[in-house]
């Protein structure tokens, strides 16, 4: 694929704006079973990108290679102008820019919902406790659970659980914040409450890359629906076009299966 | 069957009331079962428990019967032990100036009281925990009366019946004729009160004999037990129940952890400084500590301090790893010219400089605003100042005229021992645990070396090695003492122990928890101070303090390389006291309930600590 091929479906006020992550040639290895074969793929500031695909497509190892929990061995990706290298200077400052939701929440047990939260501005960001502690109780009224900063994780619900989370990577003031499955280990009544709080963001003006199942949030927030199929990229479409008017045949399959 | 279902069909909307804080119903009260009827439920069920249970209890009573045999033989003097009591516990510490272990043991209760307020441990019972244990122990003994042979003297016999009656009474009464009783709590502060109560009433009322050693002459008198011995623990159990009280009103007035923090400080170098500078008195040369020693500590700190201050302003970057590097490189030579006899230091200055590079290098990880850099800055200060206090303390002749020279020795010496191993064994484990699951091979590979090493390698042999030979590979002019020796050897071996029971904890800790720390941006210190190593610990406490109770037990060992603890003193001697040829057999049997008591509270203890850190972990 050619640049211009991954800035395609966008409308021309969205083309005018920033690159805030870019992939060119993006390629990774787990031993010899290549996960990524060359993903180009072109985020603008305050977009919103849905990422779909069948299981083992590699959605989750692409947000992971944007944040460096996983390296990508091929390629070039730039995240708001500083290039992923193995110079930890920039995975520093990369990863204290990029937020990341995981879809086990990943909070940490051993601490309060307000430590989880201040935690990494008081050690990372270097900002004093008080001023952090502003910050969380803000967050926390902003995702809707106030009334929780004393308790433990173990203590909530699993959809609160992940809002503090969310908060949790809010409290970093990130640039870009990174879904992966945010509500898929959670029961069905919890699941609009989490995706409340990520279409606020969304109209917030953050730039977010979501990879999920959930067709109605790809709809009605996503500015671009990604299709990811054995390491690639397949399909980048506005979401109405997307879903009405898929192009590939892989992509029509995909969906007659889950819609 | 249907009343124990009970709870578990209540609809899930109850449940959610609940979370959401609804007033709900109190639980039932879970029915004590009458005896009778808890026997046939638990021990004689079916026919194969029954027998069972028969065949179990006949060995208990086996077993007991032939210890009892044993402490109430004809050949066994009890008067061995009582007389050497004080020898056991401190064993040759000069009798004039005993004052300063019940000051070291009054600073530990304090303390204890203290902490115990901090960290606001609920240790209270309910009536029904108390009824059943006090019952259950007067039961014991009314056994114990049964079986005791008739060797024993008859008013220790009656006692027993007597003494076991009354609780049995007690227990009962209290479990069948209260109400509720698993609802109603004794509290704490109650508890301790009679707790301490009933022991100054013991030492002041009952009969134990007057037992002591005039001259060289063991003697006897009968009556309470020496004014020496239980006026001291009168004003102890004093010390202790005041210094809880002290501590819940500190609790009260101080911003919460400000007492947790003093107390913990207290606890790694509190007793170091007993052992050195209150039981041990050295005769500090005073001009040269005003000279040197002091000049040399607040230099240290406050130019330390200082450098730290700067070190841990926020974006420093390259310049403080930089100058971090340079203070590890300056810290490593010292140690290096020494083996060389390149120029002079003393050795307080190369472990100073050494620390301080650590601290430097550990400093980008600590920035943050004026308050943070401030403490990091204090701590240094404060960590190096006693630190020379205490090196200047250890390395000062003492003035104690000690018949038989180590001034350490008996139970002090194990518990003192097993206590500072345990403390040095930790950092020490933590380090070689995280190298050994570190991704860098050189890491791995060194810390598996000296694991293996040491754990294939016995104790003893680690013992001998550091009390005899390693002063012989030292560089000129430094010198350990034994006890350092055996101190430094024992410690070192028990980091390999530790490091595999901590390296167990790490596993278990999620992939997760990894990727969402590093998500954060959190250095790979902080991911590992902060997120790991936290919940590691948390999972490893069982192991810890089953690491505690075999130390503090190994202690025995130190004996073979020359130390006077328990078992030498029991087996040995004792048995040589022209009183008590040969008595060897009350003295180990002592010690042994000494220990067992000890180690038996240590995991009791382990057990409410992990229930009080297992509150909210959600695991
Ligand atoms: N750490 C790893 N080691 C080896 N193989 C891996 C690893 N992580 C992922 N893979 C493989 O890479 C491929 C892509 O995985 P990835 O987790 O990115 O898929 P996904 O699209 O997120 O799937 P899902 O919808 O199930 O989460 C899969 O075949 C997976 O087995
Ligand atoms: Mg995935």
Redesign the pocket.
Known sequence: MSMSDANIALSAEMAARDNMITCRGVKKW??D?Q?LTGVDLTVKDREVMVVL??????????IRCINRLEVHQEGQIVVDGIELTNDLRNIDKIRSEVGMVFQQFNLFPHLTVLDNITLAPVWVRKKSKVEAEATAHELLERVGIPEQAAKYPGQLSGGQQQRVAIARSLAMEPKVMLF??PTSALDPEMISEVLDVMKDLANGGMTMIV?THEMGFAREVADRVVF?EA?NVVEINEPEAFFTNPVSDRTKLFLSQIL | MSEMSGPLVVPSAGAAEIAFGVEHEIAPEDPITPPGRWMRENLFSSWSNGIQTVLFAAILIGILKWLLNLVFAEESDWASVATNIRLLFAYNYPVEQFVRVWVSLGTLLAAAGLSIAAWNLDLSFTLRKLGINTATGGGVLVLVGILTPGTAPSDVRAGMFVLGAILLVIGLAVLFGVKDPHRKRIPFEALLISVAGLVVAFVWLFPLGRYEFAGDEASYASGTINISTKGPWTVMMIVLVASFLVGKALGRVLPSGALKGVMAAFWVIGPAFLIFVVLRDPAFDWGYVWAVDVPMALGFALLGGGVLYFLTKPGLGELGRIIGAVLFGVAVFNWVAAFFGLYPMLQKGRISFMLLAVFAILAPTFAGERAARLRFATGWAVLVVVMHWLITAINTPSTLEIVAPPFLGGFILSVSIAYYVMLASFPLGILLALARTSKLPIFRVMSTVYIEILRGVPLITILFFFSIMLNLFLPGGMSISELAAIFTGYSLFSAAYMAENIRGGLQAIRRGQYEASDALGLTTVQRTMFIVLPQALRVTIPNLVGQAIATFKETSLVSIVGGFELVRIANQTIPNQPDYIGQNRPALLFISLVFWAFSYSMSRASRSLEQHLGVGTGR
């Open positions: 787990f031993g079973f996960a695909g069948p299981s083992g497509s590699g959605k989750s190892t692409l992966d499955e990879v990811m390491g």
